[in-house]
């Protein structure tokens, strides 16, 4: 199994609660919270000058969402960064670093019962960065505006960074077939309902315009 994951060259170096390893042999454990039910966090930052570009804000914002469930955070920020650094070393040479840090529930028994996840999972993937090509900064970008909504705050609040990104993969998936079929664009005309709500954007534009990003910006 490890050989057909070598086949897929996947980049860069993965860290999972202290242990740092190529990224097609990282693994974590299948009774994990975060891979049985989505409960965990994250946090995708890059390098510039092969310094962490806004960390701290990052690491206000991660335990931010964590506290919405509930999650201890057992590591300061002086440690993160530590293992983000050792990860970026074990990565190899690159240009700049993509940098994604999920914290999970941790490994337990198939339960809803916190008390059953007492150690939570850190995992950080380093990866080169891959830049947007100059024709998107020239030339513009093609979004698809969908029908899928944006959880509502009284569901899964957006607020929270969580690493159940099944919202924005269902997103994904419907803006490439709308593309597929030549439906990129809708006319501009506005409802006036549309226009009173002008002041914020609505949950479909909101979605769409990061339907064409990268999976879990």
Same mark, same amino acid.
């Given at each position: 199994?490890?050989?057909?994951?070598? &086949?897929?060259?996947?980049?860069?170096?993965?860290? =999972?609660?202290?242990?740092?390893? %190529?990224?097609?042999?990282?693994?974590?454990?299948?009774?994990?919270?975060?891979?049985?039910?989505?409960?965990?966090?994250? $946090?995708?930052? #890059?390098?510039?000058?092969?310094?962490?570009?806004?960390?701290?804000?990052?690491?206000?914002?991660? #335990?931010? +969402?964590?506290?919405? @469930?509930? *999650?201890? =955070? %057992?590591?300061?920020? &002086?440690? @993160?960064? $530590?293992?983000?650094?050792?990860?970026?070393?074990?990565?190899?040479?690159?240009? $700049?670093?993509?940098?994604?840090?999920?914290?999970?529930?941790?490994?337990? $028994? @198939?339960?809803?019962?916190?008390?059953?996840?007492?150690?939570?999972?850190?995992?950080?993937?380093?990866?080169?960065?891959? &830049?947007?090509?100059?024709? =998107?900064?020239?030339?513009?970008?093609?979004? +698809?505006? =969908?029908?899928?909504?944006?959880?509502?705050?009284?569901?899964?609040?957006?607020?929270?960074?969580?690493?159940? *990104? *099944?919202?924005?993969? @269902?997103?994904?998936?419907?803006?490439?077939?709308?593309?597929?079929?030549?439906?990129?664009?809708?006319?501009?005309?506005?409802?006036?309902?549309?226009?009173?709500?002008?002041?914020?954007?609505? %949950?479909?534009?909101?979605?769409? +315009?990061?339907?064409?990003?990268?999976?879990? #910006?």
């Amino acid at each position: 199994m490890l050989d057909f994951f070598n &086949e897929m060259a996947l980049q860069g170096a993965v860290y =999972v609660n202290g242990k740092i390893a %190529p990224a097609a042999q990282a693994a974590i454990p299948v009774y994990d919270h975060g891979f049985l039910y989505g409960e965990g966090v994250y $946090e995708t930052l #890059r390098t510039y000058n092969h310094v962490p570009f806004l960390y701290d804000g990052h690491c206000r914002r991660l #335990r931010a +969402s964590a506290g919405y @469930l509930a *999650l201890d =955070v %057992p590591f300061s920020d &002086e440690q @993160l960064l $530590e293992g983000i650094a050792d990860t970026i070393a074990a990565a190899g040479a690159m240009t $700049e670093a993509y940098i994604r840090v999920l914290l999970t529930r941790g490994v337990g $028994e @198939l339960t809803y019962d916190i008390q059953a996840t007492p150690t939570p999972s850190l995992v950080i993937i380093v990866k080169p960065l891959e &830049e947007p090509p100059p024709r =998107v900064f020239s030339d513009g970008i093609t979004i +698809s505006l =969908v029908p899928i909504l944006r959880n509502h705050p009284g569901s899964v609040n957006p607020i929270i960074k969580s690493n159940n *990104l *099944l919202n924005n993969a @269902l997103a994904m998936q419907c803006g490439a077939k709308r593309c597929s079929r030549g439906i990129s664009r809708l006319p501009m005309k506005r409802s006036s309902r549309a226009r009173r709500a002008s002041s914020a954007p609505s %949950p479909e534009s909101t979605i769409a +315009s990061s339907a064409t990003a990268s999976p879990g #910006r």
